[in-house]
């Protein structure tokens, strides 16, 4: 029976597998595709595999038994690892809907949809599978940092769905008379993306900046607590 420290440290390192094969996987297709989309979906998963690193970290640093006999210093840890994930996807939404504006403005991209297409069935497929691992398996330990790798994936799974949905359309559209802007099917996908998805990391960045604040309020409190006995 794995306990809760053995379980969190294997979640996490299956969480930054998946990270490497995807990222790997969605750069490289993306940049030999010329697809600003799949080069976004491929970098989120190089990011998220950074942050699940850091996430490993912060894990085993907590998990110290020197560390742990330190409540106050494990309140603190946490929520500033998860601060620290939502502002650099944050910061990397920003970066992706600043590129996919200038590719609306230099008359968009064209892209191999249908090769596109395989490639985002694959990645929702690996990413539903991925999170539905981390799921079922975090249900079992009360982890801030699993729980962070979870929101991860689902906003990984989401973007890879919403790229799949807009390379059908994208080849649905070279059928219409409105063909010729199947070009901005990609960049169009990128800023839909990064405007949505920027919610999430910020609500993980003020989720965490709520229990810091808490966190030091605490450590104050019993400081003066403290102070107030040894008066």
């Not at 809907?97 to 069935?121: K, N, P, T």
């Not at 390379?167 to 996908?189: H, K, N, Q």
């Amino acid at each position: 029976m794995l306990t809760n420290i053995q379980l969190e440290r294997r979640l996490l390192q299956f969480s930054t597998f998946s990270s490497l094969m995807f990222a790997l996987m969605g750069i490289g297709l993306g940049l030999w595709m010329g697809s600003l989309v799949i080069v976004f979906d491929g970098a989120y998963s190089f990011i998220s595999l950074a942050l699940t690193l850091v996430s490993l970290v912060a894990a085993a640093y907590i998990r110290n038994p020197a560390v742990a006999a330190q409540p106050e210093r494990v309140a603190i840890i946490e929520p500033a690892v998860i601060a620290l994930k939502g502002i650099v996807i944050t910061v990397m939404c920003c970066l992706s809907f600043s590129s996919a504006v200038m590719a609306i403005l230099h008359g968009g991209r064209e892209v191999d949809a249908g090769l596109a297409l395989l490639f985002g069935v694959v990645n929702v497929l690996g990413c539903l599978a991925t999170m539905w691992v981390m799921a079922t398996q975090g249900k079992k330990i009360q982890s801030g940092l699993v729980t962070a790798e979870i929101n991860q994936w689902l906003m990984d799974t989401v973007i890879s769905g919403a790229v799949m949905i807009g390379f059908i359309l994208a080849s649905l559209m070279r059928f219409t008379p409105w063909a010729e802007y199947a070009v901005y099917a990609d960049p169009v996908m990128v800023v839909v993306a990064s405007i949505y998805f920027v919610i999430v990391p910020l609500r993980m960045v003020y989720g965490a900046l709520r229990d810091l604040r808490g966190a030091v309020a605490g450590q104050s409190q019993t400081g003066k607590l403290v102070n107030s006995g040894a008066e």
